[in-house]
């Protein structure tokens, strides 16, 4: 049986504070006071949670007991199969992509620092936004030292332009991070490294295609519903915080 909570090691040496996570995603009063209780046993700093949205109880005991609502992750899929019967965009033919090098990564970096700002953790306020930076450069990073099976780039006059990191679990794939440079948006880059990014799960192959992003993100919601994507989930996640930090602002 899956214990209630859990602490999460990685997040807590990467924040510095002691970090932990309600597994499931509903909640009950008996549940709600084993994890008020189980957070000050183990002296948690920060607690994640997501959330069905739902089930109104599970809202209602989170948003009463200290939860704080940073983010609405939805999650969008799309079958290998319905997304090869969509139009060929010819513009997004002709724009150059390539599989991520050694080389890139230092481009690469610079891009995740500016490109995630609507994740959670930038939203909670308690973590500051250099450490929330740090993070998504050091995800990409290890993306293309091997954590993620595929990273597309692309690539402008010679130098990355943005990123699609891509994670294949047998006949299902999941997009993982996708970043634009600055000066490139607004150019169809994004769309373009969805689009060569289904070309590689088609080839694996892989079946269907999961993505999450942020429910804030109306641009990304749109890019993916324009490469045919279609919703299937809408969770939420909550973060819980002593309450020594809770009223502190950034840590």
């Given at each position: 049986m899956r214990q209630l909570c859990q602490i999460l090691e990685w997040d807590s040496q990467?924040?510095?504070r002691k970090i932990g996570r309600a597994n499931g995603h509903r909640l009950d009063p008996q549940q709600m006071a084993t994890i008020e209780q189980w957070c000050a046993d183990n002296a948690v700093e920060c607690l994640y949670f997501l959330a069905d949205s739902d089930h109104p109880e599970t809202l209602r005991l989170a948003g009463n007991h200290g939860f704080r609502l940073v983010d609405i992750r939805v999650t969008l899929q799309c079958r290998v199969a319905d997304w090869q019967t969509l139009p060929v965009n010819n513009h997004l033919e002709s724009m150059s992509?390539?599989?991520a090098?050694?080389?890139d990564i230092a481009v690469l970096q610079s891009i995740a620092r500016i490109s995630h700002t609507d994740a959670r953790f930038y939203a909670d306020g308690c973590f500051p936004p250099e450490s929330c930076a740090d993070l998504y450069a050091l995800w990409i990073k290890r993306s293309c030292e091997g954590y993620a099976d595929y990273v597309a780039v692309a690539d402008q006059n010679g130098r990355p332009a943005g990123?699609?990191?891509c994670h294949r679990h047998g006949t299902r794939g999941q997009i993982?991070?996708?970043g634009v440079d600055e000066q490139a948006r607004g150019q169809g880059l994004g769309r373009h490294l969805i689009h060569q990014a289904m070309r590689w799960f088609a080839e694996q192959p892989v079946?269907?295609?999961d993505v999450v992003t942020?429910?804030?993100n109306a641009a990304a919601l749109r890019?993916?519903?324009r490469c045919g994507f279609l919703v299937q989930s809408v969770q939420i996640w909550y973060h819980r915080w002593a309450p020594d930090y809770s009223t502190q602002g950034q840590l």
């Open positions: 990467f924040f510095g992509v390539r599989q090098v050694a080389n990123y699609c990191s993982g991070l996708v079946e269907v295609v942020q429910g804030r890019l993916y519903q």
